[in-house]
């Protein structure tokens, strides 16, 4: 819910731990296409494709539009969502963002260290350098600055 995947309020109870191995393998197969070029194609590089485009196949969950608490409308899901679709949701976001030129450009690795992530970046001046300022890049100015006073002593 908190990043636009499902409505605010959609049940999810029926999601379990076996769902975060289907999140995690489609997280790795879309960074290894992104931090892999195709030229020449490697094994690992159309495994990769091949799953990315496997969990594509997916429908998505159905959306509704049905009255809020003040009348507006509002959007919700025909049901609970089912994981197959989740990620397929994901999938097809992938595929459309690693197959836009423009988009692909902005892609980048996150230079925190042991951070496997992959972003957009999409700061004014196009020189963002971790996933998070807050995670990955305080990590970063803590450790320069135990460095910094490490020298000092």
Known sequence: AGSGLVPPGTPLTHAD????????ELRAE???LVRTRPV???????LALARVNEFALAAPPAPRAVPGADG??????????PCAA??????????ELLTDPVARASLRQCA?????IVYVDTSRG??????????????????????????AR
């Open 112 to 116: 925190g260290d042991n951070c496997p």
């Open 30 to 32: 879309t960074a290894r």
């Open 17 to 24: 731990p076996t769902w975060l191995t289907g999140f995690r």
């Open 40 to 46: 020449p194609p490697t094994p690992a590089y159309d």
């Open 72 to 81: 507006a409308l509002v959007r919700e899901l025909t049901g609970p969502p």
């Open 86 to 95: 989740l990620l397929g949701a994901l999938a097809r976001d992938a595929v």
């Open 126 to 151: 196009r020189r963002r350098r971790w996933c998070s300022s807050e995670i990955c890049g305080n990590r970063e100015r803590v450790a320069r600055h135990r460095r910094r006073a490490a020298l």
